[in-house]
Nanobody, 115 residues
Framework: QVQLVESGGGSVQAGESLRLSCTASINIFRINRMGWYRQTPGKQRELVAAVTSDGGIIYGDSVKGRVTISSDTAKNTLYLQMNSLKAEDTAVYYC?????????WGQGTQVTVSS
């Protein structure tokens, strides 16, 4: 069982930055894959960024060049640094962990970007 707790969401102006954090209940180096997804009402959840245990990183096309995913294994925390935010980045952001074939999700954190 993996529990994930997100933080760092909020309301910002377009062009500003935010850093989201996701703290896991187990050592994150044990987790096969961790990532960030986002969802807006009426739309499917979409990948923002993900990192695998072997260091592979994937970014969603809509955020490439503006976000960076990173982790601190000592703190069991995954980060998402988002820069040059746009109104279309407004969404609930979810932390995800895939471990031993099971999916785990955090409760989500709202990001609102005003233009």
């Amino acid at each position: 069982q993996v529990q994930l707790v997100e933080s760092g969401g909020g309301s910002v102006q377009a062009g500003e930055s935010l850093r989201l954090s996701c703290t896991a209940s187990i050592n994150i180096f044990r987790i096969n894959r961790m990532g960030w997804y986002r969802q807006t009402p009426g739309k499917q959840r979409e990948l923002v960024a993900a990192v695998t245990s072997d260091g592979g990183i994937i970014y969603g096309d809509s955020v490439k060049g503006r976000v960076t995913i990173s982790s601190d294994t000592a703190k069991n925390t995954l980060y998402l640094q988002m820069n040059s935010l746009k109104a279309e980045d407004t969404a609930v952001y979810y932390c995800n962990a895939v471990n031993i074939g099971r999916d785990y999700w955090g409760q989500g954190t709202q990001v609102t970007v005003s233009s």
